[in-house]
């Protein structure tokens, strides 16, 4: 029943979900109980309030940390900048973390943070001010650090807020060298990484890509292997749902489907991703464009056009038990967090569909941030030592194989064959790799023992069981 206080009034069964998937998955590992409860509770939540200036008065500020898992160091996740935050939201979501890093073999313990506001009704001086409080509350209880706990943008925050983090965290420890190391996400210019942005979607893309590549899997839910021309439906436009949308395009999907809050437009011979997101920009509205075919102005009617892929890249609890059996594609992809109840997802796979976890899907940020961190800690950029060495290498290489056979390479494949990795190019790389070898591990354990059905219960397996070893390696296990 709803009451007159907002706090109490908040749905909390997003962190029980998360238990729900994982004590399923923990029925097929073969851990103490001890062991698991330590691995699924929260181990630190952190729960504060603190003023702003605003107009002639002042307001007071909810926000949260949360650190899920200490098993590895630092604990790593995003800070969330929304109405909608509420504890248990950032309890499910560092959790999450915990396991999404397992999943991807990225050695950090899971966190989240959340800010109770609408960034849309602040100014950016004010912002900058709840961002430098919000810096310093964590300061004040050491729950920031490039060894403690390294945010990130999420829902609502980017590359401005993290800087605005780095910056107060470094002013606050004058003289610690790896403080840029406290925050990813940054900005390029203030030590971030070439890739970072646009990293989540490219993960998305790649995993889709990975997941459709496999004939047999195909097969049984009947479609062709290959991302060719797969038709893609995207919810959200934001930093995941762009750049997913994107890349998908890029390699070779037909994206017919946008939805965003203000509606939903179809076109069953596809999108241009690029033209709608500028249409959107201009207009603030992704209706009217020109392009659609089909207009809805309940966004929700967007996910259940004719379409291969879905991927909710927005926010939790889109596809439910309400919604689940209109959805016509038979892959979901989760670009975002949850978007999937589990009463959905079991009602999805009885009809024949598979779905992509979020916790895997969307972990290419993730991954970026450890490249990102992993820079910082080592203050030089990847490639600065051996682009140079390599291309001299190669241009040696490519001179004597021509020498001895006489044959000359075109300038093109001259260049390409000399060139040295870039930083974006070994993010890239690196990141493609993540996300192919997870998505093969976690599709191995979901293959090999049928029983366990859905790659959600197979990703959290896997996870759970990494994170096992980590504690049995701390001592505190046998
Ligand atoms: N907020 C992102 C996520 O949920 C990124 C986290 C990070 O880079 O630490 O995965």
């Not at 967007?302 to 594609?329: H, M, R, S, W, Y």
């Amino acid at each position: 029943m709803a009451t007159n206080n907002p706090a109490a009034d908040q749905d909390t069964h997003f962190f029980g979900d998360v238990c729900k998937n994982f004590d399923y998955a923990a029925q097929f590992t073969k851990h103490d109980a001890g062991l698991l409860d330590q691995i699924k509770s929260c181990n630190s939540v952190y729960r504060f309030r603190f003023p702003i200036r605003r107009g002639n008065g002042f307001e007071v500020i909810d926000a949260w940390r949360v650190e899920h898992s200490q098993h590895q160091s630092p604990t790593k996740g995003g800070i969330r900048y929304s109405e909608m935050v509420n504890e248990d939201e950032v309890m499910a979501l560092a959790a999450l973390m915990t396991y999404k890093c397992a999943i991807v073999n990225v050695p950090f313990g899971g966190a989240k943070g959340g800010i109770k506001i609408n960034p849309k009704n602040y100014t950016i001086q004010e912002l900058e001010n709840i961002t430098r409080r919000y810096t310093v509350e964590l300061i004040k209880k050491n729950f920031i650090g490039p060894s403690i706990d390294v945010p990130a943008p999420d829902y609502g925050s980017g590359e401005r807020e993290m800087s605005w983090i780095a910056d107060t965290y470094a002013t606050m420890n004058p003289g610690q060298l790896d403080a840029m190391g406290a925050v990813t996400g940054k900005p390029i210019a203030l030590h971030g990484i070439a890739g970072r942005r646009e990293a989540t979607g490219r993960g998305v893309a790649i995993a889709i890509r990975e997941c459709v590549s496999v004939g047999e899997d195909m097969q049984k839910i009947g479609l062709l292997p290959g991302i060719s021309g797969k038709k893609v439906i995207v919810q959200g436009l934001g930093n995941v749902g762009y750049h997913s949308a994107r890349f998908l395009a890029e390699f070779g999907a037909l994206v017919v489907g946008l939805c965003e809050f203000e509606g939903a437009i179809y076109n069953e011979d596809g999108l241009d991703v690029e033209a709608v997101f500028q249409h959107r920009k201009a207009t603030g509205s992704i209706l009217g464009y020109a392009g659609a075919k089909k207009e809805f102005k309940n966004s929700h009617d967007g996910l259940e056009q004719p379409c291969d892929i879905l991927v909710p890249a927005a926010l939790e609890n889109q596809i439910t038990e309400a919604n689940v059996k209109n959805i016509k594609a038979k892959i979901i992809a989760e670009g975002a967090n949850g978007p999937t109840t589990p009463e959905a997802e079991a009602i999805f796979y009885k009809n024949g569909g598979i779905i992509i976890p979020d916790m895997y899907a969307n972990a290419g940020g993730v991954t970026v941030s450890y490249f990102e961190w992993l820079k910082n800690l080592s203050h030089v950029a990847f490639g600065r030592m051996n682009r140079r060495f390599e291309e001299n290498t190669n241009l040696n290489m490519v001179n004597m194989v021509e020498g001895i056979t006489g044959v000359a390479l075109t300038p093109l494949q001259r260049s390409t064959i000399i060139k040295g990795a870039s930083e974006l190019e070994l993010v890239n790389s690196g990141l493609e790799d993540t996300m192919i070898r997870s998505y093969h591990e976690i599709r191995e354990i979901y293959i090999n023992n049928p029983k366990i059905g859905t790659l959600r219960s197979a990703a959290m397996v896997g996870a759970i069981n990494k994170i096992a070893v980590s504690y049995q390696n701390l001592g505190i296990w046998p």
